[in-house]
């Protein structure tokens, strides 16, 4: 039994996270060494050190979530209690939280840091997934299918958009529209969704009024401004986006090799978070830029396949809402550095540096394996029930 399980994992789903991972930590090293020894007086290899240890963590979780059957987390307990230790943590920010950035997003613990935004992520696609199963016989009455988790997400948005962060947000927001439109939902429900935020959106814009000097920061407004014309204000609001372009442009094709940046020197200051494809594109050009791009858009399909292999709505939607956190925050990334959509802060899943993201993706990657397992066991021992007792099965019958 347990060889038909190992024979049933997804191995290039794993190689792929690996790959991403290892790749993603030796180009934290190239982006950040210069950045650690001249801008926090550190040792080169600072955000390398602490970068691998998030991996060496992340993969402890990776193998606890890949082994864990995932359906366990239909248990009524615990789902309540990811979703009060959600509200808890993003609570607890406004009393507790350090200050990055210009928002109070972090608990500082041991020397690190801990983004609580990024494991509600994973609270809220784990608690769609099991709301919308627990739903679907009714999922289209909009009063008792529809509405409740809706405002529960709304509800930790608006929580995260007070620290503020609008970017995460975003992301929550968009993958809940995602799971919310693979679960079953008729056309005539996702209008009403869609005239129901309208209708949100004006009703909390007293709110955003009181408190526009926190979420839309001069810093914030530097990067709309940034994004409509980065060239009109080259040296502040522009600045970042048009060191990103010359970033992409210097590297061509194959790139001034690994370690040879010229941005990293502080013309990019957050070459190893938010621009490091950046870097990646001028020191590795388009092909060390599409082996991320292609890595990441394997996993999204491969996650998107997995859910539509699926047989029951959790696994189904736990996959759905894995994969496009992933997918979506890619694009955000991606979309930032090259000036189609305004820089969020968002950071390149596996790539980046941070903790919180690595431990984040790699607990989520360890769900989504799990998932792909189960949909592969149950396949092959449904094809091996249907054949006759006289096919070679490895039964004495065939003997």
Request: one cysteine or more; proline letters at 3%; glycine letters at 10%.
């Amino acid at each position: 039994m347990i060889k038909k399980i190992l024979k049933s994992y997804d191995y290039s789903l794993i190689l792929a996270m690996l790959l991403l991972c290892g790749f993603g930590l030796v180009m934290v090293y190239s982006s950040s060494m210069i950045a650690a020894v001249a801008r926090w007086n550190y040792e080169s290899d600072h955000f390398f050190q602490r970068q691998a240890i998030f991996i060496a963590l992340g993969l402890v979780f990776f193998c606890i979530t890949m082994f864990f059957p995932y359906r366990a987390y239909l248990n009524r307990f615990f789902i309540r209690s990811v979703v009060l230790v959600s509200i808890l943590m993003l609570l607890a920010l406004f009393v507790f939280g350090s200050i990055k950035g210009g928002a109070r997003g972090w608990f500082s613990l041991f020397g690190f840091s801990l983004q609580p935004a990024e494991f509600v992520k994973l609270s809220v696609i784990i608690y769609l997934a099991a709301v919308y199963e627990k739903k679907q016989s009714y999922i289209n009455h909009f009063g008792r299918g529809v509405l409740p988790p809706i405002i529960f997400t709304g509800f930790i948005c608006i929580l995260i958009i007070l620290q503020p962060d609008i970017g995460s947000a975003s992301i929550i927001a968009m993958i809940a529209l995602s799971m919310v439109i693979c679960s079953g939902l008729g056309m005539k429900n996702i209008f009403k969704l869609i005239i129901l935020g309208a209708a949100c959106l004006v009703a909390i814009s007293p709110l955003l009024l009181l408190k526009w000097d926190k979420i839309f920061t001069t810093e914030r407004i530097s990067r709309f401004a940034g994004f409509m014309d980065p060239f009109a204000d080259a040296g502040d609001s522009g600045f970042h986006l048009i060191n990103s372009y010359y970033a992409i442009a210097s590297g061509g094709l194959t790139g001034l090799g690994l370690g040879e940046s010229v941005q990293k020197y502080g013309y990019l200051p957050e070459s190893h978070t938010d621009f490091i494809l950046a870097i990646i594109s001028e020191e590795l050009g388009i092909f060390g830029v599409l082996f991320v791009l292609v890595l990441l858009a394997f996993i999204v399909l491969k996650g998107f396949q997995v859910a539509r292999h699926c047989e029951d709505a959790f696994g189904t939607l736990l996959a759905i809402g894995v994969s496009s956190m992933i997918g979506i925050q890619t694009a955000i990334n991606v979309c930032g550095l090259t000036g189609l959509l305004p820089i969020t802060g968002v950071t390149l899943p596996f790539i980046s540096y941070g903790g919180s993201s690595m431990l984040l993706l790699m607990l989520s990657i360890g769900i989504l394996v799990n998932i792909s397992m189960f949909v592969k066991f149950r396949a092959v021992h449904q094809k091996s029930d249907s054949k006759p007792a006289g096919e070679s099965t490895g039964s004495p019958a065939t003997i």
